[in-house]
């Protein structure tokens, strides 16, 4: 792979764009709990294409401890599915990234990966819920709504990823490293 | 710089998007059929006056029938396995304009005449907080 290895401060520069994202985006209500875009992964999303899986966790991780502790959320319910999503969607993310990779013919582009983020993450956030706040299985019967909520955001946040690293590309910004890379 | 630029352009949808795409289609699918079910019909109607228990009827044996609450009486029918407020006393009459309800587990109140219709089944399960129909 040709990702390469983000410095601190670029690590932290990007956590903090998903921070923005992720505060913004819990100021929006929503009609249904447990339902929001998650506009914050497509930082993530474009991490892992840019500079790969561990500066992606990073990213995720950075954004739901900052988000969390500026949102006064932290060690709160809402932080803990927060977390439980973020990381299950990570390691998902991470074994898909090991399996396929990005650029092989087998490799899935944005929407795959993006899919997999939010499946993973509203999966593992139904579990939390069902293990800690409501052990009750009536709870499974929102999962088909919930995941269909997850597939259409992840369709958008891919779009959103795709066009944005298209974008990244034709300028051929100055962390691009793949020049003599291969 | 033209290569590289190739190399980095990735494709919105390459075949692995389009199989995992719709695997989670197929997914949603088998998660519908299975975890969505509506809630089934109830069997038994149970009439709480001020929280207490007053009478239970099934909702097989169609009747008319007045309970008296603590405003005055109210009027239920039951009809093929549904039940209504036909009239009541209160101001806003919620409880009338709510109109039949059929399905296990769900609930009909007037809250003015303390009156709560609970409606039960075999396979209703009691220990639900809330439900929303």
């Known amino acids: 792979m040709t990702a390469m290895r983000l410095k601190d401060q670029q690590i932290a520069g990007f956590a903090a764009l998903a921070v923005v994202i992720h505060i913004l985006e819990a100021s929006v209500p929503s009609p249904l709990p447990g339902v929001k875009p998650g506009l914050a992964n497509v930082v993530t999303l474009v991490v892992l294409f840019r500079h790969g899986w561990i500066a992606a966790a990073w990213v995720a991780g950075l954004r739901v401890l900052v988000g969390s502790l500026l949102l006064g959320s932290f060690m709160t319910p809402t932080f803990m599915l927060s977390a439980s999503g973020a990381i299950a969607s990570v390691i998902a993310l991470g074994g898909v990234y090991r399996a396929l990779g990005l650029q092989h013919a087998w490799s899935p582009g944005p929407l795959g990966y993006a899919l997999v983020a939010a499946w993973a993450h509203m999966a593992a956030q139904l579990f939390v819920a069902w293990l800690l706040f409501i052990p009750h299985d009536g709870l499974w019967r929102l999962a088909p709504v919930l995941l269909t909520a997850s597939t259409v955001f992840a369709v958008v946040s891919g779009w959103a990823t795709w066009k944005l690293l298209s974008w990244l590309a034709e300028r051929g910004s100055a962390d691009r490293v793949d020049e003599g890379a291969c | ?133």
Not at chain 2, 120 to 127: F, I, Q, R, S, Y
């Open chain 2, 1 to 133: 710089m033209v290569l590289s630029r190739k190399r980095w352009f990735v494709r919105f949808l390459k075949w692995p998007d389009l199989v995992m795409a719709a695997t989670a289609v197929m997914a949603l699918g088998v998660l519908y059929v299975s975890l969505w079910q509506p809630a089934g019909q109830a069997a038994e109607l149970q009439v709480l006056v001020d929280n207490e228990p007053l009478l239970s009827a099934p909702l097989s044996h169609n009747q008319t029938f007045s309970v008296e609450g603590t405003l005055g009486t109210s009027e239920l029918e039951i009809r093929d396995g549904k039940v209504r407020f036909v009239s009541s006393p209160c101001r806003n009459q919620v409880c009338v304009h709510h109109g039949w309800a059929s399905h296990s587990g769900e609930l009909l109140a007037c809250l003015p005449n303390r009156i709560a219709l609970v409606l039960e089944g075999e396979a209703a399960v009691n220990d639900i907080d809330a439900v929303n129909f």
